[in-house]
């Protein structure tokens, strides 16, 4: 049981680094015309590719979150 409850353990921070990173390249992303009017909004190309990826990166987060908390 050591083996796998380790592994998550391990897992967990990289998984929290992933969602951190791919927040700050979205922010980063946007945020270089943020103070200028657009005229027309325009989704950037791979945004929902990016959006997946957050959303997995959680679902993961969260996933590791509840299996702790059970092991515990």
């Known amino acids: 049981m050591q083996g796998p409850r380790r592994r998550r353990e391990?897992?967990?921070?990289?998984?929290?680094?992933a969602a951190?990173?791919?927040?700050i390249a979205l922010t980063a992303g946007c945020a270089h015309d943020a103070g200028t009017p657009r005229k027309a909004?325009?989704?950037p190309?791979?945004?929902?590719q990016m959006q997946q990826k957050v959303s997995a990166a959680e679902s993961a987060l969260a996933r590791?979150?509840?299996?702790?908390?059970?092991?515990?």
């Open 20 to 23: 951190v990173a791919l927040l």
């Open 45 to 48: 190309s791979g945004y929902a």
């Open 64 to 72: 590791a979150d509840k299996e702790a908390a059970q092991d515990h």
């Open 10 to 17: 391990l897992m967990r921070p990289k998984v929290a680094a």
């Open 41 to 43: 909004a325009v989704t």
